[in-house]
C-alpha cells in the first residue's frame, strides 16, 4: 500500500490520507465504481448515480484547492477529471454495460469485436433506411417508441447477466452493441423529427 | 507616508483582492464581495453598467463606456461597440453574418482573426477592444479594493466555443488581467440567485443579452450546482431586435441593409434601441430615421421581432429534451441579461415553459454578482463548504478522420474539467507523419463543425499500415479550454505537436499587442496613479481617525480642529479625479499631524523602555530616537 505524499503515512485506498487528510492521486486501480463509491453493478438508479456524482465533486473538486499547494491543486485536478469520467461512462447504462464487460475482457466497440451477423446487420439497415424514407411525424414517432421499448428489453437482459448470472456473455456482448444501433437510430430520429417541428 | 501608522494596523488581508466581471456585449459590469455579500461597483456618477463602447480617438486616445457612445456619431467607424460578437471569429465570418452594420472592417484581412478600421492607420482587434473595457473596470475594482486587483473571474456565454474563450483570456491578458476563472453566465447568474432564495430543484436559466442567447438547465442540490445541460445561440440578443426594427424603417425609405452605409446603420441603430427600451414601459414610442419621424407601437414592435425571437425555440426544445422534463415540471426559470425586460421576451418564455419567469434579481447585475461570489470562493476569502459549481462542456469536441468524418472524443453537457484519450492507426505502410484536425459542434461532418486547430504528429518510426498507433488527448480545462497532446504509443516515442489555432490570436500576436499597449497607455497611467492615491488617502484617513480617538488626550488645545479641516480638504480631494490634488492634500495633512505623531512615538518609546508593550510601529521617525521595525 502506498504512502501519503505528504505525511508518510499508510493512506489506505481513500482519496484523503487518513492521518494527515491530505489529498491523494487515485490508484490506477481505481475503477469508475469505486471513484463515485458506487457498487459495481449494472442496476443502478439515475438519481443515485447524480447524487453520488455530486458528493465526490464535493471533496475532490480543484475549486475547492484553489488556494491550496501546487501539488494538491495538481491531484484534485486528476481527481475530479477521474470523478467526470465515471459519471459521465456510469450514469448511461449502455456505458456502464460496456464497463463492466470491459472488466471481464470483453471490448465492445472495437473494430475486432463487431458483429459478422449478415441477418442483424441486415436488420439495423433496413431500419435506417426506415428512417430516411419516412416523412410524417406518427411514422417517426412510432419507430422512436420501437427503439425505446427495444432498448428497454437489451437493458434488462444485461441487467439479468451482469448482475445475477443468467445467460451468456457473447450474448451480452451483442446486447450492447444493439444498444449503439439503437441510440443511433433515436438520434437520427429525433433530427428528423426537429427539422418537421 | 508611514508616519502616521503608528498604532494602525494596516487593513486585515484575507486572500487576495477580486473582482468578478461580466464583460457584455452591449454592457460590462464589475462586482466584488464586501462583507460577506455580493455587490456591483459604480462609475462616479453612480451608473453601474458600462457600455462595451470603445472610441479610438485620431491621436491614440480611448474613450470607452458612455463617453464613447456619446462621440459614436462624431467619426464612423471609430467607435466599436458589440465587439463581442467578433471575439475569436474570422473576418469572412463576421462580413457575411451582419446585413446591417456600422462598423468598418478593414480591408484585406482575411486572417483568422477581424480587424476594425478605426482611424487611417490604426485598425484594431476584438480583443483589444474587449481589453480597453475591462481596463476601465479593472481600475474601478481597484479602487473600491484599495489596491491592485490579484485576479478576476470573466463571464463568458455557456454556448462560447474554444475559440471564443480563449480570445476572452486573450482580451484579459491585453488588460493585464490575471483570469482566475471564465465563467459561463447562466452559471453565474445561478450562483447568485440560488444562493439568495436558498433553494434546491431543477432550474432554466434563460440569459438574453445584447448579442448573446444561452440556455441552461441546472440542478441545485444543497449547495452544488450543476449544469445538467446547455444551449443558446452564441450570435442572437437584443442588439438583432434593435436591427429587425432599425431594417424595417430603412427599407421604408428604400435603404436595403447590405448596402446601407455605416454613419446611417449606426443613428438608426442607436434610435431603434431607444425605442425598444422605451417600449419596455410604455405602449407606443416615435423614433426618427434620417429625419423621419415614425411611430412605433409595442405590438408592431412585438411583430417585428418575433421571427428573431423565435429562435429561442429550438435550443429551449433541446436543452429540455437533454433533461427528459418538460418546461412545466422544472422548478423555475430565471431571466438573465437585459434583453429579458422586453415584455414580448417574458411573455414568449412564460409561454414556451408553461409558467410565469422568475426575476426577482436584477438581470443586468446578476452575472456579473455570481462572478463576484465565484472570484471570492477562488482567490478571496476561499472555498465555502456549502457552495459549488459544476460545469459542462457546451459542444462535443472530436477530430477529423477518413472521409471528413467527426470523430467525438469529448461528448457536449460532459462536466468539465476533463480528460478523454482515443487511438488511430497508421493507414499506410511506412508512415512518419499524421495530420490532425480538432474541431468542435454536434454535426457528423467536420464541414458542419468549427474547426479549432490543426497540427501534424511527426517522427512516429516506420512501420506496417495500422501497426503504428498514435494516442491522441483532448483536455477540457475548468475554464472550458482546450489542450491537445499526441504520441505514438506502440514504440513509446513522443512526439512533437505543433498546434496552430484556426481562429484567435498566437501568443506572439498577443505579447506585441501588450508592447504596444504600453505605448498608449498614459490613460491607464493616470487612472491607476489615480487608484493608488485614492488608496494612499483612505489609509491615512483611517490611521489618523484612530489615532486621534485612541490618544485624544496628547491633542493640544485648537489641533483637534486643524486636523479635521485637514481631513475634510483631503475627503474633498480624494472624491474628485486629480490625483495630485490628492497627493497635496495628503502631504498637507501629514504636515498638520507632524507634531501630534512625535508625541504618540515618544509616548510610545517611553512604554517600551519601561518594559511594556509597544503599539505597532511602521516606520522611524524625526528627531535621533531609531525605533526597530516590528
Redesign the interface.
Known sequence: MADCWSCGAERGVDFFCPTCGKIQAASPKTTLFEALGLPARMRLERGDVDKAFREASRNVHPDRFAQAAPMERKLALQLTELVNQAHQTLRDPRRRAEYLLKAEGVEVGHDQARTRDRAFLMEMLELQERVDETSEVAGLEQMLKDAKARTKHLLAGLEAYLDDGVGEQAVAARAVEELRYMERLAERIDAKLEEMY | MGLLQIGGAPAEKC?GRVAGIDLGTTYSLVGIVQDGSPKVLADEAGRVTLPSVVWFGPGGEVEVGYEARARAAERVGATIASAKRFMGRAQVEAQAADELTPFHFAAGADGPVVYFQVSGERRVTPMEVSAEVLKVLKARAEVALEGPLDGAVITVPAYFDDAQRQATKDAARLAGLTV?RLLNEPTSASLAYGLDKKRDGLFAVFDLGGGTFDISIL?L?EG?F?VLTTGGDSRLGGDDFDRDVAQHFLRKQGVEPATCPADVATRALAEARRAKEALTDVDETSLIIEGVQYTLTRAEFDALIQPTLNRVR?PI??VL?DVGVDGAELDGVVLVGGSTRVPAVRSFVAELFGQAPLADLDPDQVVALGAAVQAD???GS??RDDV???DVLPLSLGVETMGGVVEKIL?RN???????RQEFTTYADGQTGMDFHVVQGEREMVADCRSLARFKLSGIPPMGAGMGRVEVTL?VD?DGILEVSAKETTTGVEASVQVKPSYGLDDETVERMILDSFAHAEDDVASRVLAEARVEAERILAALRRAMIEDAALLEPGEQERLEAGIAALEAAKSGTNHTRINDAIQKLDELSLEFAGRRMNRSIAAALGGKSVDFVDAPTQGNTEVPRP
Open positions: 486572500g482566475l440542478k442540490d452544488v450543476q429550438g426544445r433541446r429534451k470562493l477562488l482567490g476561499g472555498a459549488l459549481l459544476l461528448h460532459q462536466t468539465i474539467p476533463a480528460t478523454a483536455s475548468a
